[in-house]
């Protein structure tokens, strides 16, 4: 049960980081979806993958394509994500990470370093 216990702490303490981490002004505020729509694109940039607007689109497995589409658009404007065009075929655009989300995911990474790393008390 102390394991638990410890696991659980190590948990809390992270989304605790993270909760300051979203409050800073540095980086606009996320609805759910547009998080779930960001980590969804991290995981798959993570691979190495380059991702289609039409690929994003069905990374929500419970949210409809439109919806994902809007929030595609909503983080562009928020400077999280870039479009950029096929080098051969111009119809196709590739959703891109900008430097304030490579940013963004090295807090959230600081967090969870933060967090493993304290001792329970």
């Avoid at 989304?15 to 505020?29: C, D, E, H, Q, R």
């Amino acid at each position: 049960m102390a394991k638990t216990d410890a696991l659980s702490q190590k948990y809390l303490r992270f989304l605790n980081l993270v909760s300051a981490i979203k409050g800073l002004p540095t980086f606009p505020a996320l609805d759910a979806v547009e998080e779930r729509v960001l980590n969804g694109l991290a995981a798959t940039w993570a691979t190495g993958a380059r991702v289609t607007v039409l690929e994003a689109m069905e990374l929500g497995a419970d949210t409809s394509p439109t919806t994902v589409h809007r929030r595609l658009k909503t983080l562009r404007q928020k400077g999280l994500i870039k479009f950029r065009e096929d080098e051969d075929d111009n119809r196709i655009k590739y959703v891109m990470p900008t430097d304030m989300a490579t940013t963004y995911f090295a807090k959230l990474g600081q967090c969870l370093d933060m967090a493993t790393r304290a001792r329970t008390t």
